[in-house]
């Protein structure tokens, strides 16, 4: 069965530093979105990406975030100078079109550590 | 805004059944999700509810009543791999929007 894949599992960085964390997403589906989950807390959404620009994003979601789908298969999240309180888990999310039941697919996460 | 409210912590016995009860209140509702999340790992998908009334898919069953900003999930048969979070998510637009997780541990 087709799933979602993220690269790094875990991602170790000093605070300032710039991150990327990728993801490829199931090959036909047409939405993505990054969501994040601090330790203990809730699942939290950050941002949403359609026909290749940002359809929605959170407040969370500033100007230290971007998102990119830099070609037919993998999608981005870069933060650009990470704060201690962006360690989390980053789950990124796909789903196929306009269709029921709208499911969202998560990937198994990037963990996150800022030092 | 939004808030959803679940228990947080639901122990039962393997064999039994448990509901746990999710409540609502949005600015938005185009759905309303029902996903597990064992430590460590991706929320998976278990039910979907957009009008009112029950969904059921083996053991699991989900209600939706939207003019109460009601749901619960419905676990039957309990199994030990079934202890986990369980996470109530409303579809604004079309975002998810979720609750703390309820934390379900089944006991032998």
């Known amino acids: 069965e087709p799933e979602v894949t993220q690269t790094p599992s875990h991602q170790v960085t000093q605070m300032g530093q710039e991150v990327i964390l990728r993801c490829v997403p199931i090959s036909n589906h047409l939405y993505f979105y990054w969501y994040r989950q601090i330790l203990g807390q809730k699942v939290e959404f950050l941002v949403s990406f359609y026909n290749n620009e940002i359809s929605e994003k959170s407040e969370i979601f500033d100007d230290q975030f971007s998102v990119e789908r830099p070609d037919g298969s993998n999608f981005t999240l870069k933060i650009r100078s990470t704060k201690l309180e962006d360690s989390a888990m980053y789950f990124c999310?796909?789903?196929?079109?306009?269709?029921?039941?709208?499911?969202?697919?998560f990937g198994p996460g990037t963990r996150l550590t800022v030092t | 805004g939004q808030n959803i409210d679940q228990p947080t912590e639901m122990t039962a016995t393997e064999g039994a059944i448990v509901q746990i009860n999710c409540t609502y209140q949005t600015s938005g509702f185009n759905g309303l999700f029902w996903y597990q999340q064992h430590a460590g790992e991706a929320p998976t998908f278990l039910s979907y509810?957009?009008?009112?009334g029950l969904e059921e898919k083996g053991r699991f069953s989900s209600f939706l009543s939207r003019s109460k900003g009601y749901s619960y999930l419905l676990l039957k048969e309990l199994q030990m791999k079934d202890s986990a979070s369980y996470l109530c998510?409303?579809?604004?637009?079309?975002?998810?929007?979720f609750g703390a997780g309820t934390t379900v541990t089944v006991r032998a």
């Open positions: 998510a409303v579809r604004e637009r079309d975002k998810l929007s």
């Open positions: 509810n957009v009008l009112d």
């Open positions: 999310a796909s789903r196929p079109g306009t269709s029921d039941p709208y499911e969202q697919y």
